[in-house]
Each structure stands twice: as C-alpha cells, then as structure tokens.
C-alpha cells in the first residue's frame, strides 16, 4: 500500500477558520461527505491521540456499495498530529470485512496561507487497494469543494 492520493484547492477563508472546521463534529458532519453521501458522527474526541467514527451513508447505494454495507462506509479516524494553523493529520481504518479495503490509510490536511485565503491539500498515503484512485481523488475534491462552501458562506 504504498500509493499516494492527493487533491487541493484554495478556499477563500483564513487557515484559522478552515483549520476549526476540520475539529468541529457538526462542521465536519456538514462537509466531509463526499457529493452523494451523508455524515453521521458515532464518537467525538477532538484533540491529538483522540479521534471520530463517521458512518457515511450513500443516497443511491446502487452505482457504489459500501465498504461496511451495502450502503456505508464506516471508518474510525485518529487525530494523529494537530498543528494549529497548520496541519492536521488523520489515520483511518474502515470497517470492512473485504481485505481490499484493510489497513491503516494517512490523511495529511496541509494549509497554506495564500492572497486569496488558504490552500489546502489533502495528501491520503498507504490507500487500500481496494479503493479506486480516480473515485478517492474526486471524492477528496469534492469533499474540499464542500469545505469551501461551508466556511466561506461563515466568514
């Protein structure tokens, strides 16, 4: 597993407001899912060493089944290293009885400042095979689109 899947985006909004709305459960419930699924947070702990479990559900199961079900994706996430301003980094394993969907998968959330806001990228290390590259990179995008709706509509 040593693939490496990344997407970025500049979203008009301070680092110190995009930085809040990855540790905020209600935030991260509105934008994290990806366009066709829905976030549920189960368990809230935000600070390094802590974490979350999301149950991702999808509105038309049908064209993508779940990881966990037929219809979601479950996937328990540690805050591994939180640099305010920064970084956040987050380890998640999904809950899945498929082997191609096992073991330990890094998101790195980098924020830049920039003229326009801030930039950020989202670099995912050590993928699942079983995770299609094309489909996890336009996810990762369209969850940064959603973040940056939701905090510039804030700000």
């Not at 999301?54 to 979601?72: E, I, N, R, W």
């Not at 995008?141 to 510039?152: F, G, H, K, P, T």
């Amino acid at each position: 597993m040593d693939r490496t899947d990344r997407a970025s985006r500049v979203i008009a909004a301070p680092p110190a407001t995009v930085y809040g709305a990855l540790l905020d459960r209600e935030s991260l419930e509105t934008w994290m899912p990806p366009d066709g699924m829905r976030g549920r947070i189960e368990r809230w702990d935000p600070r390094s060493g802590g974490g979350f479990r999301m149950v991702l559900t999808y509105l038309d199961p049908s064209g993508s089944p779940g990881k966990t079900s037929d219809a979601t994706d479950v996937v328990d996430v540690e805050f591994a290293d939180l640099m305010p301003l920064e970084r956040v980094v987050q380890r998640a394993v999904f809950e899945a009885d498929d082997p191609s969907y096992a073991g330990t998968m890094t998101l790195t959330w980098h924020f830049g400042a920039t003229g326009d806001g801030t930039e950020v990228t989202v670099t995912a290390t050590d993928v699942p095979p079983g995770i299609d590259q094309a489909v996890h990179e336009a996810g990762i995008a369209s969850s940064l689109a959603n973040l940056a709706s939701y905090v510039e509509a804030a700000d």
